[in-house]
Every structure is written in C-alpha cells, then in structure tokens.
C-alpha cells in the first residue's frame, strides 16, 4: 500500500455510521444556508441604493412580538421530540401542535406587515430596490416557513391518528433540525432587515 | 457468491414484454439503473450540443460565412454551453457517481433511492424545457426562439426589454429545476458515502473514486446553490417587476456577474474532481501498482475544493475592480496550482516503475495527464490580472477552457467509459475502434484546440458571428473547424464502438482487468441488490486481499 502505515484496530464488532436522515438533512441545510447567503448579500448590497422613496426607517416596524413567537416554537418542538423518545404521546402532540401554531402565529405576522406595507406605503416588490430585495428576502424565509408548517402538521395529523411512536423519533428530529434552521435563518433576516437595514 | 448472482439476473431478464421493461426503467429506484439512465440521457445531450458546435465551427469556416444568421448563432453558442455544461456533464458525472459510488463502497444502494429518482427526472426536465424553448420560446411577442444571451447569460441582456418573449425564461426556469435536481443528488452522494459504507471500510480505506465524489457533493451543494438563488431573483426582476439587476432603478449589473462566478468557478472543479477520480482508479491498475500517496491525494483534493471557492472574481478582471481585488484573486487562483500539481505528480508517481498496459482507458489518462497540464498552464496565465485584460473575451480563453473540459474532463470520462463498459453491460468493448477512437480525437482535439489560441493572441473574439478575411485568422480558423469535425467522427467510431460491443462483444467477466475495488468483485451488470451478503474489507484494496491471501495489504496498513 502507501508509503504511510497506520495501525487500525481489525476489530469491527461494533460497526456505527451515522443516521443518513440527518447527514441528508444537515446537506440540505448547507444548500439552503448558500441560498440565504446571496438574498442576504443582495440585501446587504442595495441598503441605502434606492432612487425612490419609500425608506426602511419610514416603513418598517420591528416584529419583536412575533419574532418571539417563532423563536420560542425552537423550544417547544425540541420538548416535543423529547417526549416523543421517552414514549410521551400525549405530551408530545400538545407540545407539537403549540410549535405549529406559534409558527402560523409568526406566518400571519408576516402577512400582517406585508398588507400594511401594500396598502398603507404602496411598498410593493416592484417600486424600488429595498421593495425588491425586502420581498424577496423575507419572502424566501416565510417560504421556508410554509413548507416547515406543512411537514409539522402532516406529522401532526399522523399523530392524531395514532401512528407516531418512540420508533419515530429519529424521523421526527430531523423535521426538527429543518425547524431550527428556519429559526436560526430569521436571526439572520431580523438583524439584516430590521437592524442594520434600518 | 458472484455466480449465484448472475443466474438469477438471467431468469429475472427473461421473457417480459418491452411495456414491462419500460415501465421498470421509468419507475426505477435502483441506483445503476439510474446511473445508466444519467449516462445515455448525457450522450443524447452531447449529440445535440456537439451538433450545435459543428454549426458554429461552419460558420466561422471562413470570413463572411453565411450559414447561419447572427441571431441563429448566437442562440448556438448560448445553447451548446448551456447544454454542455448542465445537461451532458453534470448528469454523466452523476451517472458514473449513482452507479459506482455503492457498488464501491459495498452497500446495496444510495441513502435515500426514491430521491435519486426525483433528482433524475428533474434534471430530465430541466434538459426539456431548455429544448422546449425553441418551440415556446417566441412568446405572444414572436421574438427570439431558444434563448441567446450566453451561457453567463449577463444582465442587462436577459432585461424584458433587450430579451422579450420567453427564451430567457425557458433557460432560467430549466437551470433552476435542474438545479434542484444537482442538489438533490449531491445530497445523496454524501450521505450514502458517509452512512452506506460496509464495516471494515473507514474513511482512510475508501476508494479515491468515493473520497473525490464526496468532495465533488459537497461542492455541488454550496456552488450550484447560490445559482439557483440568482436565478430566482432574475426571475422576479422579469416576472414581478424587480430590479435586482436593473441598473435603471439602481440595481447593478456587476452583482450578477458575482453571483453567477460564484457559481461559475467552483463548478469547473465540481467538474472536474470527479475526473480526477476516474483517473485516480484507472492509472493504478493498468500501471499495476496502488495509488501513489493516497492521504496527499484526498488532502489536496479538499484543498483544490476549498480554494476554488475563492478565485471566482478572476472571470472579471475586465470589469474594473480595485488592485487589492485583483491581487487577492489573482493569488487564489495561483494557489490552485499547487494542489493540483501535487495530484499531478502523485498520478506519475503511481505510473513511475509500474508495469504499464497501454489499453484504450490507460491511453485517454495519459492524454488527459499532459492536456490537463497545458489547460492548467494556460489557466495560470489567464489568471495574471495584466495578461488577462489582454485576452479576456478573445479565443485564447475560448481555447482554453475547452482545453480543460474536452482535453480533460472528456478524455478521463472516455477512459471511464471503457473501464466500466465491461462492468455496466457485461461485454468487453472492442479494442481496435477504441484505439482508433482515441488516436482520432488526440489529433481532432489538438487540431481544434492548440490552433484555437492563435486567433485568441491576435484578437479574434469570441461570440463573433463572422469576421473579416485577411487578418491572419482564416487559415486558423479553417484547421480549427477540420479539427471539429475529426471530433465528431472520433466520437461516431466511439457510439459505433458503444453499440457494436453491447451486442456483440466478448463476455466480460466479474473482473476483466483484475482491478481491486469492490465493484469487481461482483457479477457484470451486477445483480439489481449488488451484495448478495454485504463485504467486509480490510484495506483500501478489498479484491487484491482476496486475491493474494499469502500477502494482503491489511498486513501493510
């Protein structure tokens, strides 16, 4: 073989590799963090380039309440994947319906601001460069947020019907990691937007 | 094991009506079976934009050509890059990633198989709806057919008021799915290479081939992303009003040329990694000796990986950015050099004192070893920021990026092909046409290519319709478009080579070329579950241990 010899221990008694749910899932977060990166570095690179009005400092309003229901929902879906493993089937169901309604809780404030926005402001992704890039990043998020909110409530659905065990909990912590990484990608779209944005 | 396994191949093939084999085929989640539809649906691809290039080659045959309009060439060149890149190399190298990587690996599929279909009709899909805009791509507005702003496809071209009708949007819309399809499978890559592999075979002992694909995965999944990101957005600036690149309203033009190089380098490597791993498995065997420095090889694989990711801003020293800019890609993309000389010397290394056997995969490596040199050399000097205002956007660059995807990624996928021809059919292919494939190509690649960077030195253009005689580029010019079609018919005896051999070939065997990895160790094709009972190896050479069990490599290692 090579010029290297490296002594490994012939013994393969215990031959572990890790869950392929979580290497795929924790592959796609890596694709969709790239994705994130350009939205945010378009965001970044049009603040402050727009020829017409109006401004993030005229229009935008934080979402502190909000914000705290979606980030708060990280929480309650790690408690429910921990029920689930110890068995808890009742515990889990009600910590995971609490998850998805925090998240549809931060889904109507999107639409929320998004109307007020519109129909207030007459901000829409067309009028000027923050309109497009504001959209199109928070947009890109709450997308995320519809397509988590529908996986949580098929496994909500399959719960109701008795057909989520302990067995599943691996499968269950996978959804969990999309969820956390959606959380974690609104950090980032918070501080883009409404912190340095402003 | 082995033989047991063909005899129940042979009765499950027997005696089905072709609506059952087709309905198999469509459905199928089986990794060769997708491996093998990736393959032909490439080489359909390569026919088409190969065709695509003899048009443009017989346009520019001579100044004043009429046998095309400028706007029919434009649409060829846009179309043959387009298709080139996306829709034959991508999917051929996933082809060779989907069959091999579980077969070498020892596992009896990929990690997630009903992905991999997904994956594989996406990119189906994709390649349709490309074609399909030359039939849609008029619009209500009767403007332009396939799309023609150039496989960078810059901004503002793909404006709606410079590109109307839908041609720039069937190229976008097809991207963006193919696109969803390469992540998919690079998803599957790495994970069956990091979960799948049999016990025994830790990541020190795996093939090169995997080591290098899971770079390649990982590498699909943070270059084509930011591509599917732009594309997004320019789909918002055409459809929704946007202004991302709409210099009109304040948006930059110069932000798309970043987005899409950021895409645009590292997928050249992700293009060429997994050729390097094709040669990483063919020069040792037919040099009858291991791999010469395996760590070194993986170490600066990931090293060509991770630097690649920063060198994108040298397609765009032409657009005026700052010296410190320039410096720092100029740099990086110097630093490329290093690693890849390393894998260069370390492939001599392996053939250096070996007992070569110049077979038709061995003679496509070594022409791949000394093109891929020349390609990187004229890489090095396009990546002098001086030099490289002087020949951007002229043939010399034209020259030499196909140096680097026809001299080699094409010559090591060739030598791919005949390695595991036998092993994907069961029949050896013929060696004579091989030969004479190979020796035509070498002289229609060097015709077209080496001559290709003269009218580059002294000014030709590239995306030129036509030019003006008497500038000392129609002699060139004429050679370079003989050499086109040497190519092609070099690449007629390969189909030739192809079909003839699937019929009528000799029988392979599990091992014709008394190989060393897992793949050979079962029957050709191998059966639909690959394993009948799952290896467990002992060194980076499973079969050489079984073969010579007096001296196995497990004792070296």
Known sequence: MSAIATPLPETHGAWKLPYRGKVGMACLIFAESAIFTIFVVAYLFYIGKSLTGPTPRQVLETPIFYTICLLSSSLTIHIASRFLERGRRGAFLLSWLLTITLGALFLYGTGQEWHRLIYEHGLTISTNLFGTTYYSLVGLHASHVIAGLTMLSIVLLFGLAGRVGPEQAGRVNVLSMYWHFVDVVWIVVFTVVYVIGR | ?557
Request: aromatic residues 18%.
């Open chain 2, 1 to 557: 094991m082995s033989s047991d396994a063909l005899t129940i191949q042979a009765t499950e093939a027997a005696g089905q009506p072709w609506t059952q084999v087709l309905h198999g085929w469509v459905t199928t989640v089986d990794h060769k079976r997708l491996g093998v539809m990736y393959i032909l649906y490439a080489l359909f691809f390569l026919a088409i934009a190969g065709l695509e290039a003899i048009i443009i080659r017989v346009q520019l045959m001579r100044p004043h050509n009429d046998f095309v309009s400028p706007q029919v060439f434009n649409r060829m060149f846009t179309m043959h890059g387009t298709t080139m890149i996306f829709f034959v190399v991508i999917p051929v190298l996933f082809g060779f990633a989907n069959y091999l990587v579980p077969l070498m690996i020892g596992a009896r599929d990929m990690a997630f198989p009903r992905l991999n279909a997904f994956s594989f009709w996406l990119t189906t899909l994709g390649g349709l709806l490309l074609y399909f805009s030359f039939f849609g791509g008029n619009g209500l507005y009767g403007a332009g057919t396939a799309p023609d702003v150039g496989w960078w496809a810059y901004a503002p071209l793909t404006s709606r008021a410079f590109s109307p009708g839908h041609s720039s949007d069937y190229w976008t819309i097809a991207l963006l799915v193919a696109g969803f399809g390469s992540i998919g499978t690079a998803v599957n890559i790495v994970a069956t290479i990091i979960c799948m592999r049999c016990p025994g075979m830790t990541l020190n002992r795996m093939p090169l081939f995997a080591w290098l694909n899971l770079i390649m995965g990982g590498m699909v999944i943070l270059a084509i992303s930011p591509l599917t990101a732009a594309q997004v957005m320019l789909t918002v600036d055409r459809y929704l009003g946007g202004h991302f690149f709409d210099t009109q309203s304040g948006g930059s033009a110069t932000l798309w040329m970043h987005f899409f190089w950021i895409f645009g380098h590292p997928e050249v490597y992700v293009l060429v990694i997994p050729a390097f791993a094709f040669v990483s498995e063919i020069i040792p065997v037919f040099s009858r000796k291991p791999i010469f420095g395996y760590p070194v090889m993986v170490g600066a694989t990931a090293c060509i990986g991770f630097l690649s990711l920063s060198v994108w801003a040298h397609h765009m020293f032409t657009i005026g950015m700052n010296s410190y800019a320039n410096s720092f890609f100029a740099i990086t993309t110097f630093a490329v050099g290093i690693p890849t000389g390393i894998k260069i010397f370390n492939w001599l290394g392996t053939m250096w004192g070996g007992k070569l056997q110049f077979k038709t995969p061995m003679l496509f490596c070594i022409g791949f070893l000394f093109q891929f040199l020349i390609a990187g050399l004229t890489g090095i000097m396009l990546g002098t920021a001086p030099f490289n205002w002087q020949l951007s956007g002229s043939y010399f660059v034209v020259a030499h990026f196909h140096y680097v995807i026809v001299g080699g990624i094409l010559f090591a996928l060739f030598a791919a092909f005949y390695y595991w021809y036998p092993k994907i059919t069961g029949r050896m292919y013929n060696e004579t046409l091989g030969k004479l494939h190979f020796w035509l190509f070498v002289i229609g690649f060097h015709l077209t290519f080496d001559l290709m960077h003269i009218p580059g030195i002294l000014g030709m253009p590239r995306r030129i319709y036509t030019y003006e005689p008497g500038r000392g580029w129609d002699t060139l010019n004429f050679l370079v478009t003989i050499g086109a079609f040497v190519q092609g018919i070099a690449i007629l005896v390969f189909v030739a080579n192809l079909i003839i051999s699937y019929f009528k070939g000799a029988e392979a065997g599990n091992d014709p070329w008394d190989a060393w990895t897992l793949e050979w160790s079962v029957s050709s094709p191998p059966p639909s579950y690959n394993f009948a009972s799952i290896p467990t190896v002992a060194s980076r050479r499973p079969l050489w241990d079984l073969k010579h069990p007096e001296d196995p490599d497990s004792r070296y290692e």
